[in-house]
Nanobody
Framework: QVQLVESGGGLVQAGGSLRLSCAVSGRTFSRDVRGWFRQAPGKEREFVAVIWSGGNTDYADSVKGRFTISRDNAKNTVYLQMNSLKPEDTAVYYC?????????????????WGQGTQVTVSS
């Protein structure tokens, strides 16, 4: 059984920062690809960031230069540092594991998900 537990969400003013964490446990490779996605009300779940086992990363254009994804393989934990937050960043943020190939920006490419953590950015 694979479990992903996110934490660190909350309410912040525009321009502020938050750091999300996602602890992964269970039968998954500690060096598996890890992703962050988000879903705003009435919208589809969208890709935010991804990190590979070697540390390579990629980001959605909307968060490039503001968000940073990182990982601690020893703790099997992935982080998302979010700076210069904007109201349009408001969403439930999910971490993903169990990458099954295909497009890493598609939520259909991941087998395991956390419960999500709410991020609300006020203007």
């Amino acid at each position: 059984q694979v479990q992903l537990v996110e934490s660190g969400g909350g309410l912040v003013q525009a321009g502020g920062s938050l750091r999300l964490s996602c602890a992964v446990s269970g039968r998954t490779f500690s060096r598996d690809v890890r992703g962050w996605f988000r879903q705003a009300p009435g919208k589809e779940r969208e890709f935010v960031a991804v990190i590979w086992s070697g540390g390579n990363t990629d980001y959605a254009d909307s968060v490039k230069g503001r968000f940073t994804i990182s990982r601690d393989n020893a703790k099997n934990t992935v982080y998302l540092q979010m700076n210069s937050l904007k109201p349009e960043d408001t969403a439930v943020y999910y971490c993903a594991a169990g990458y099954a190939g295909r497009s890493y920006t598609s939520y259909n490419s991941y087998n395991y998900w956390g419960q999500g953590t709410q991020v609300t950015v006020s203007s």
